[in-house]
T-cell receptor, first 114, second 115 residues
Framework: EAQVTQNPRYLITVTGKKLTVTCSQN?????MSWYRQDPGLGLRQIYY???????DKGDVPEGYKVSRKEKRNFPLILESPSPNQTSLYFCASSLRGRGTGELFFGEGSRLTVL | SQQGEEDPQALSIQEGENATMNCSYKTSINNLQWYRQNSGRGLVHLIL?????REKHSGRLRVTLDTSKKSSSLLITASRAADTASYFC???????????????FGQGTILTVHP
């Protein structure tokens, strides 16, 4: 089944404790992206990647890191999480390298930073 | 900054009625897409309209695009209770058929369809 898989789905952590949210897609998509969703703010793009070893900042990259060492994986790293990073995070992928096509979304990772 | 802005923020209708949602954006685009999200779930792609297209249909969905006004609308005809969800427009920024690789979402319209 074609899908984007995120883990963990739910996480409660404390300020400053490094964490990684993994994202994996099995559709051989070139384009991958991370979004965060907050009430009243819609979805805001954190980082995106148009291919392996190519990453670019979105609208809200501060406090986050990403890497794209393999085509299928695009982990989101929070080196020192803070409470303002409490949010619902979505990973998405698209077939086309420049992200022009339909995005496939994961089910989301709900992160709470205390 | 948010590229797309949806209007209205919330819409409540009866089953069988049509629902119209609007999206405005600011920069040049390669295409515009509409997505649906059931509460707390991942977004699901509905339809994509390219910058050189004016109207597109898919089942009960009709999308229009006016690049001169930088606006789009999504019409859902003969709505059903199962259409209750949030709907987002997303703009693929670019020009001349070339994407800049950045897909930006609006804040969404919450649609409630009463049985």
């Amino acid at each position: 089944e074609a899908q984007v898989t995120q883990n963990p789905r739910y996480l409660i952590t404390v300020t400053g404790k490094k964490l990684t949210v993994t994202c994996s897609q099995n559709m051989n998509h070139e384009y991958m992206s991370w979004y965060r969703q907050d009430p009243g703010l819609g979805l805001r793009q954190i980082y995106y990647s148009m291919n392996v070893e190519v990453t670019d900042k979105g609208d809200v990259p501060e406090g986050y890191k990403v890497s794209r060492k393999e085509k299928r994986n695009f982990p989101l790293i929070l080196e020192s999480p803070s409470p303002n990073q409490t949010s619902l995070y979505f990973c998405a992928s698209s077939l086309r390298g420049r992200g022009t096509g339909e995005l496939f979304f994961g089910e989301g990772s709900r992160l709470t930073v205390l | 900054s948010q590229q797309g802005e949806e209007d209205p923020q919330a819409l409540s209708i009866q089953e069988g009625e049509n629902a119209t949602m609007n999206c405005s954006y600011k920069t040049s685009i390669n295409n515009l897409q509409w997505y649906r999200q059931n509460s707390g779930r991942g977004l699901v792609h509905l339809i994509l309209i390219r910058s050189n297209e004016r109207e597109k249909h898919s089942g009960r969905l009709r999308v229009t695009l006016d690049t001169s006004k930088k606006s789009s609308s999504l019409l859902i005809t003969a709505s059903r209770a199962a259409d209750t969800a949030s709907y987002f427009c997303a703009t693929d920024e670019g020009a001349g058929g070339t994407s800049y690789g950045k897909l930006t979402f609006g804040q969404g319209t919450i649609l409630t369809v009463h049985p």
